[in-house]
């Protein structure tokens, strides 16, 4: 069903629906079990999608539901046009489109265009068809380097610990960025971009508004596959820099997103954001050009610690990223990757506080923001005995890295025991801290000073109050430690106190702030909105 044209001229003349929204990530297993297997699924986003507009939030975004092995929860692709049974089924699927529309939500899903599953048929094939066969060619099949082809081609490691690349039983070796049951997929084969083509069409058909980009600055791979350099993931941090590490940004990337591009502008009001973990913010910009990406993952303030210096670096290195392409900027704090932004802050009270502070700082901000499910409850990661862990990243690294299931543990909704009403079933996939008891929805859905209650006004504010118009910041002098910017032309004011002391605020009446005031003064660790 393409979308009416006339709704196209409607979308031109005024601001994208996704401009300044506020998305919502729901890490489907984690979210809500509506079938009682301890699994989220479909269904149970679809019954608590009252809670998600009460909160406020206009779009999903939906972490990879299709049918998958679940090596690395569902970013292992098998079939990328239907739904894994342990989530539901294209049923389920349409009921959460319809329902959520209904709501006024918008609903985007992830893509994984980089790679597939080791079960996906293509890649079953490849490995049974040999050596030159067109069905190898669509991954990367590679002779390996030594006299007998013993040695991986290159030295490209993977994400997720050891080589980049595994071999297959007649000696060739297959590329793999992340688990050996994720093998990347050769992006200079014509049918790789066809079948991406139609795997878009067939959601967007089904009414998605747009989608989320896996390793968006993965897909094309370097003529020759060079070497990384010497120490290129030393103190590399979380973003990539292709003159040192030639696994990622090539600059054939930006012809897949064209294509993808057009795919979307055959359905007006549909969008993409990318997943984009890289460096250089001048290579940053590329991906947002006119025909490329509508949106792209900032995650410097994942980056950023809880400073007033560092956040302002952040704040401003993201706005000039954007300055010179038709796209707003994008802010994230968390999300299934990484730490929660409570324990990286410094946990307990002391990174609650923090928390509730930057939910403040970015949601004054001009853009979009992506908020993950839990922050707003104020969910820290949780230390997991060693059996429950699942993510392939603490197999692979020998039990030496905790990987991400931390902060992917289920959301508490009611009640005082685990599993919280997440399931009707008697255990969760990963086991929910009995502390969270005070955290459920239940506990803080009536509780003024809640994080959730804190949540809900700022996102109500951010979403019918004039003071939040307009692109542009403008700063004021601050005291050490702290700062303060203006939405220029609107108003609204955000400051900012990460230093040890109370300090004054700059003139004008208190909309919110993540703490109460110490006498007229911002408290240490705290946030505030004035006009
Ligand atoms: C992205 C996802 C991550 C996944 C990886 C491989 O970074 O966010 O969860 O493991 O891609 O698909």
Redesign the pocket.
């Known amino acids: 069903m393409r979308r009416p044209v006339d709704l196209q001229t409607e979308i031109t003349q005024t601001p994208a629906w996704w401009h300044d929204a506020v998305f919502y990530q729901v890490y489907v297993r984690s979210f809500a079990d509506g079938n009682g297997d301890g699994v989220g699924d479909l269904d149970g986003i679809t019954s608590r999608l009252g809670y998600l507009e009460l909160l406020g939030v206009q779009a999903l975004w939906l ?1 990879p539901f299709y049918r998958s092995p679940m090596v ?2 569902g ?2 692709v098998a079939d990328p046009r239907d739904v894994d049974p342990l989530f539901g089924d294209l049923d389920a699927f349409d009921r959460l489109v319809t329902e959520s529309h209904r709501r006024g939500i918008k609903i985007t899903i992830d893509l ?1 265009p ?2 597939t599953s080791d079960q996906h048929e293509w890649f079953r094939a490849a490995v049974l068809a040999g050596p030159d066969s067109p069905e190898r060619e669509r991954y990367h099949f590679l002779d390996g380097s030594g006299e007998h082809g013993e040695l991986p081609p290159n030295n490209w490691t993977s ?2 610990g050891g080589p980049a690349w595994s071999r297959v039983a007649d000696g060739q070796w297959y590329l793999h ?2 688990a050996p049951q ?1 093998p990347d997929l050769n992006w200079a084969n014509p049918e790789v971009a066809a079948d991406l083509a139609r795997t878009m069409r067939f959601w967007l058909d089904r009414g998605v508004d747009g989608f989320r980009l ?2 968006a600055h993965g897909m094309a791979k370097p003529d020759g596959f060079p070497d990384m350099a010497p120490g290129a993931l030393e103190g590399a941090g979380v973003l990539h820099d292709n003159a040192l590490d030639p696994r990622f940004d090539n600059d054939g990337v930006h012809d897949i997103h064209r294509m993808i591009r057009k795919v979307l502008d055959e359905y007006p009001g549909t969008m993409a954001v990318g ?1 984009i ?1 890289v460096k250089d913010s001048e290579r940053f910009t590329r991906y947002l050009r006119a025909d490329e990406l509508h949106l792209g993952f900032n995650f410097q303030l994942v980056d950023a610690d809880f400073n007033a210096e560092s956040v302002r670096a952040a704040i401003e290195s993201s706005l000039a990223a954007v300055a010179t392409v038709d796209s707003p900027p994008t802010w994230t704090l968390s ?3 990484v730490v929660r932004h409570v324990t990286r802050y410094g946990g307990g009270e002391l990174g609650w506080r923090r928390a509730r502070a930057m939910a403040l700082v970015e949601l004054a901000l001009p853009g979009v923001v992506y908020l993950y499910n839990g922050e707003e409850l104020g969910l820290g990661d949780v230390e997991l005995p060693d059996w429950a862990r699942q993510d ?1 990243i603490w197999e692979r690294s020998g039990h030496t890295e905790l990987g ?1 299931d931390g902060s992917r543990v289920p959301i508490p909704w009611e009640g005082t025991e685990a599993p919280f009403g997440f399931t009707t079933g008697t255990a969760s996939w990963l086991p929910i801290p009995a502390e969270w008891a005070t955290l459920t929805v239940e506990a803080q859905l009536e509780d003024p000073d809640s994080t959730l209650s804190l949540y809900r006004e700022a996102v109500e504010l951010r979403k019918t109050h004039p003071a939040f118009a307009g692109m542009e910041l403008e700063w004021y002098g601050a005291p050490e430690g702290c700062f303060a910017f203006r939405r220029k032309g609107s108003g609204l004011v955000c400051a900012l106190n990460t230093g040890p002391r109370p300090v004054p605020l700059p003139a004008g009446q208190i909309l919110l702030s993540s703490m109460p005031l110490s006498d007229g003064q911002l408290p240490p660790d705290a946030a505030a909105w004035l006009l």
């Open positions: 972490t690395d929860h970013y292992d994984v980089n790679h994400i997720f960025l992340f994720q896996d390793v997943e973990w999300n299934h990757d392939p991400r």
